[in-house]
């Protein structure tokens, strides 16, 4: 079958086509039958007569083949043609019971109903939008950053231990030994910085943390990079910036179909998202907010707090948050000035947080020493210690996560809805 | 520090620039000295008096920064330009006693001495170019199937159950749970093309084999996709063609640079590649290499043998081998015909298998029915066959191993070349 994509009918009107796809809509008169067909493309309106059709039974959501002639139809939502069927089959046939139709407006179907039947919630205009939005951002993340040279590398998940410490580590039963799934590629693309200067890894990172929460799951999906040659965390903030930009920039023009279907606004620049340095924010969150409860970390309600006086004075509600205590990162940190602030930045966007980042060690002395702070034995790290020694230059990163930040753009309240198969404490299915 | 990448020091003749990156090569005469420098765009030759740079005692791999002035150079092989270095300092240095340097030939160095050194080998230029290589058809593959309408997704590597029974997995203890890792994201795509119509996905499939081989890997980075609208495995095997037609065009061109340090030619067009029918397979093994052994499936001898013969054919070492025996195949293969062939190809390049694809059956009732006649309990695949319901359109796809491509294309003789950290029966380290 070599079928037509309904996107490209408005160019082929007085043709005779063959359409595949799904019935999106149905509206049977006495005399005329309208199918909304929908495929990969978009959507169709295809013409019949209702007894030509009615040996059929058509329903929503069965899969049907149609051999039709394009129409010019001056009036059509569909790009100015119409479709007449001259020949009508269901591949397949949507069962009769189902909880609800592609076409329907989803807001009221419970989210265990949705992810019982993805595929039926994926081909909804609204939810279809937002996997496509996920998809977009993916590859405005990559193309951003090949444009600056970085390289895409693939890191192994199966690590023989975690990247700060044994906590929140899914154990695998490997062979006759144990391994976990990888936290985070950070110790894979810091050796990356020394072997190829830049890169990235668009990756599953996995968290075993019991809380259910609208902003945790237990696998996600992490855009990261990491860059040789950075003086501080302010040279990530700012190659954030500019990859955010970019990918926004492409989300408004490229994708710009998206955003009727999702109901919200393309996101504005975040050219002048404020960097602030964690105390002033402290400083700020009491002043303006009424918050002396915090003191050496934000928490979910400073954080939304904080984009909230971004948004007032900036215009965006963004802010890039610098210089968080340095006993609450990990031993990787490089320490900013000697007042015990780290060279550690978090953004956060429309109150939630949706990267850490920063400048790490890399001098052997110097982590080794922080590992010692730390209470380990550094010879628990002696592999990646000694990556340490083949010409380790300064380096930074940062991590994304793809989930929160395809929530935040479709304004979504959970995180759960950007994905497409979310795990969490209870759930492993489907 | 706003370093200038060396591949744009052609354009910025009679500039002062500011360099970062690694020592390649060093050369101290009396009164001169040459640093060879890389980074990630590329080298330049930076020089000094030899008694100004004296003090730093610079070694192979050391992390340099330089200021100095481009000044042109018509002998120069780098662009027409050499650097006049005007000062120079060392970020970081290489340990003395490094088995290897960066700049050396590798060929003779053992494969456990460059991954216990992975950086260092990744910064030497042929190394790096495997890896670029892989990037480069990650990029590709993903680029083609996005200009054919498809969508990539992100799915779970957390699973309940395995795709095709419970061999072979690795069980993950999940809280109170077992889950295991993902073996392929084949349910998942198939859900895909009942939701979006083309879905592909590039991420990471898991199988606990325990075997050595130079073509296993027990974690690798599977290239996936899946379409809707499929007639036979022959729409899957053109689609193959095509996107892989222009990965290796795309190879050709824009990444030209590729091949000189690989030391082979960018791949031919697989335009002529046949198809050939598994039992005529058969019938040209027993007939071309006296091979009167093999019944039900091929084995790597027969693999290499095909590409031989279809090399001699067609002029390419890459053949697509439709119609192996359904019984050898998972239950979800939609048979080919009566005769107990399936609607399942493997495509050999260059004597190995790597891609395996094919239609699938997408009727619940067919689905179940083959499921039976595996002796299992179609309950045990509740979840997946709710999804046959919601219009589940006939489909197809494949999965292309990422490794092996690229091994094949770099000439490598073992994918864990092709793999930055490989995990095996045995390694879980770096």
């Known amino acids: ?76 939502r569909y790009g100015g043609v119409e479709v007449d069927i001259l020949e009508a089959k269901v591949l397949a046939r949507a069962a009769p019971d189902l909880p609800f139709h592609a076409s329907a407006d989803l807001s009221a179907v419970g989210a265990e109903t949705l992810l019982a039947h993805r595929p039926l919630a994926l081909r909804n205009e609204r939810v279809g939008a937002v996997f496509r939005l996920q998809a977009a951002l993916l590859e405005g993340f990559r193309a951003a950053l090949r444009r600056r ?40 693309k810091e050796h990356g910085t020394a072997g190829l200067e830049r890169v990235f890894e668009t990756g599953h990172v996995y968290r075993a943390e019991p809380h259910a929460t609208s902003r945790h799951l237990t696998e996600y999906l992490s855009l990261d990079l990491e860059m040789a040659f950075v003086d501080a965390a302010e040279d990530v903030i700012e190659l954030e910036r500019e990859v955010l930009c970019e990918m926004f920039a492409g989300l408004a023009s490229e994708h710009a179909a998206l955003w009727k279907p999702l109901g919200v606004a393309p996101p504005p620049t975040i050219e002048r998202a404020p960097v602030w340095e964690f105390g002033e924010c402290l400083e ?47 031993f990787y940190t490089h320490p900013r000035g000697t007042a015990g602030a780290a060279e550690s930045f978090d953004l956060l966007y429309r109150g939630l947080e949706i990267t850490t980042g920063g400048k790490r060690r890399h001098l052997r002395s110097d982590l080794e020493a922080s590992i010692r702070s730390r209470g380990i034995d550094p010879a628990a790290f002696a592999g990646h210690l000694r990556m340490f020694d083949v010409g380790m230059p300064p380096h930074g990163g940062l991590a994304i996560g793809l989930e929160r930040l395809t929530a935040q753009l479709a304004g979504l309240a959970n995180v759960r809805e950007a994905c497409l198969y979310p795990r969490d404490r209870t759930r492993l299915d489907p």
Chains 1, 2 share one sequence.
């Open 284 to 330: 700020r969150l009491r002043r303006d907010a009424g918050r002396a409860d915090l003191v050496d970390d934000l928490d979910p309600e400073g954080e939304r707090q904080l984009c909230a006086l971004a948004e007032r004075e900036h215009g965006v509600a963004a802010v890039f948050v610098v210089g968080f205590p340095i006993a609450a990162r990990p």
């Open 1 to 76: 079958m070599r079928k037509t994509f309904l996107a490209e009918l408005a160019q082929r009107s007085g043709t005779e086509v063959v359409l595949a796809g799904w019935v999106h809509r149905l509206r049977v008169l006495s005399h005329t039958t309208f199918v909304v067909l929908q495929d990969a493309s978009g959507q169709m309106q295809c013409v019949a007569a209702t007894p030509a059709l009615a040996p059929l039974a058509l329903s929503l959501d069965d899969v049907v083949e149609l051999r039709g002639r394009v129409r010019p139809d001056p009036r059509s």
């Open 149 to 188: 040279r970085f390289t895409e590398i693939v890191s192994s998940k199966l690590v023989s231990g975690g990247t700060e410490g044994g906590a929140n580590l899914f154990p695998v039963t490997y062979f006759d030994r144990v391994a976990y799934l990888a936290q985070s590629p950070q110790f894979f």
